[in-house]
């Protein structure tokens, strides 16, 4: 069966400082790839996602993933981090036909000043 | 345009009573999916329409989980005789199609 492995349930980082968020999928071929966040209270935004091409994908809000088929993994990464960014995020894999996204169990992200 | 919106966006009831939840799509988006979210976890998909096809039932927990959708707009989730395990929040999704999905905003479900 699919799935979707987030191991960082918390992190914090300074604000300004680089961020990574791990992802990695199981998945028996090469699957969309999402990464949404969620704020308190907010439903779900799409910050990027990866079809095909170009395994560097750029998203909203400075936010940018990269595709590596050798790692199965999908990380995402922000060179400066803002407070705002404070949030939870969640790594998908959309199954052919985008009938259903599998989520991961997501990343709190706390940012410090 | 007007995203997904959920109805309501807060839920209290008591165990054994059935409730409804309402969401409406993206104007011209043909499917619709409904998630569960329980507190701390991600995403569990429930169930998915898309046009005039059956429906992809295959995430419902259990029978007294049901959904229908007239056509490509409103969709009602109802959950029967509630179980406390069923607090969470319900999130609904609409897509064009087969491309990205985009989430209301949710409607948090307690069973007290």
């Known amino acids: 069966a699919q799935s979707v492995t987030q191991p960082d349930i918390h992190i914090t980082v300074s604000e300004g400082a680089s961020l990574e968020l791990r992802c990695n999928y199981s998945y028996g071929a090469t699957p969309y790839l999402f990464w949404y966040v969620q704020s308190p209270g907010q439903g779900l935004q799409l910050l990027l996602k990866y079809f095909s091409g170009d395994t560097l994908v750029q998203g909203i809000k400075g936010f940018e993933a990269e595709f590596k088929r050798s790692q199965s993994s999908f990380n995402l990464r922000k060179p400066s981090v803002h407070w705002s960014d404070a949030a939870e995020y969640f790594c998908?894999?959309?199954?052919?036909?985008?009938?259903?996204?599998?989520f991961g169990t997501g990343t709190r992200l706390l940012v410090s000043p | 345009g007007a995203g997904v919106s959920q109805s309501p966006s807060n839920k209290v009831t008591e165990k054994g009573k059935d409730v409804e939840l309402r969401c409406d799509p993206i104007?011209?988006?043909?499917?619709l999916y409904w998630y569960r979210q329980r507190l701390g976890q991600g995403l569990e998909f429930l169930i998915y329409?898309?046009?005039?096809?059956?429906?992809?039932k295959s995430g419902l927990p259990s029978d007294r989980f049901s959904a229908e959708r007239t056509g490509e707009s409103v969709s009602t989730l109802t959950i029967q005789r509630t179980q406390q395990e069923d607090s969470a929040v319900y999130l609904c999704a609409s897509s064009a199609g087969a491309r990205e999905q985009y989430f209301g905003p949710g409607t948090r479900l307690t069973v007290t």
């Open positions: 104007s011209g988006h043909t499917a």
């Open positions: 998908a894999v959309g199954l052919t036909g985008f009938q259903k996204l599998v």
């Open positions: 329409f898309q046009g005039n096809s059956a429906p992809d």
